[in-house]
């Protein structure tokens, strides 16, 4: 698949390069329970931190219900990824389908609503995962775009998703929290190389196609820098699936562990991917849209 063919192709042997984002980031005037000013900023930023949408008492229950699914978590499953070179869970994936108690915060009017709100459709559960940032061994995120390995490897056609982490633990400045590149949202950056089969078993412990070249990094900082996503247990944070994230690793005794639920408009389904012969396994990208209730 070329540029020529496809706005968003990536990694099809060419090198790196920036260009302008085709879709809109904020999909009509649905209403919601983001504000205004929420809005905007999501728009503008292309994230918005929302601090005490879930009382300390819901955050310190999906903590414990976060901890029985690492503890029970088999260590040789796929839907289970460990810390590169050691036996510390880094993240567990479909929890949305696996445990009650987040596929009703999938399922939230405050959550599920909001991304209705941004996305202007009907949404469903793309992927969902734990993220535990272990303390003293917690490794680094790499720089990337999610829609660019959705789009290349899972088959979503536009920019008409996002992400919502749900901070279960203090995220500081120092314990590896969230970076994101304020305003990249609206650049595409096509990434260099070809993706090589079942690149997901390497890139979920070391992204190494699909993230951006420096020199890329070095433009869409140069203008709004890097900020860090922190916050109190309870903070939700909503970021546009092109947004260019990472984060740094964890050398600190404060564990930093969040919950991440892609939404995905159900106009938005997956097809083939646009980049690899197969697209990923289920618990990675789900083919099965069911659309979330809408409160009644």
Not at 26 to 54: K, T
Not at 160 to 173: D, F, H, K, Y
Request: hydrophobic fraction near 40%; glycine fraction near 8%; include cysteine.
């Amino acid at each position: 698949m070329t540029a020529t063919a496809d706005p968003y192709a990536s990694r099809f042997g060419g090198g790196s390069e920036i260009v302008r984002r085709e879709d809109p980031v904020r999909w009509g005037d649905r209403p919601g329970p983001l504000s205004p000013a929420e809005v905007d900023a999501y728009e503008a930023n292309g994230f918005v931190v929302l601090r005490g949408v879930l009382s300390p008492a819901e955050a310190a229950g999906l903590l414990d219900d976060a901890h029985r699914v690492a503890e029970a978590a088999p260590r040789n499953a796929d839907h289970v990824i460990l810390e590169p070179g050691g036996a510390a869970v880094r993240s567990v994936f479909r929890v949305h389908r696996d445990r009650a108690v987040f596929a009703r915060l999938c399922a939230d009017p405050r959550t599920a609503g909001a991304a209705r709100q941004l996305l202007g459709d009907d949404v469903y559960v793309h992927q969902s995962r734990i993220n535990f940032k272990p303390a003293f061994v917690g490794e680094p995120f790499s720089w990337h775009s999610d829609f660019e390995t959705w789009h290349v490897e899972d088959g979503m056609p536009r920019m008409r998703a996002l992400s919502m982490s749900v901070l279960l633990t203090e995220n500081t400045e120092h314990n590896g929290p969230l970076l994101v590149i304020p305003g990249s949202h609206r650049w595409f950056v096509r990434c260099a190389g070809v993706t090589p089969p079942d690149h997901h078993r390497e890139s979920l412990r070391h992204q190494r196609y699909g993230s951006p070249a420096e020199g890329a990094l070095h433009q869409l900082a140069s203008s709004a820098g890097v900020a860090s996503v922190i916050g109190p247990p309870g903070t939700i944070v909503l970021f546009d699936c092109n947004l260019l994230h990472a984060s740094a690793g964890n050398v600190t005794p404060l564990p930093r562990h969040n919950v991440f639920v892609v939404y995905n408009a159900v106009s938005n389904a997956l097809v083939a991917p646009f980049g690899t012969a197969r697209p990923r396994p289920p618990f990675l990208a789900e083919r099965d849209v069911v659309p979330l209730p809408l409160p009644s």
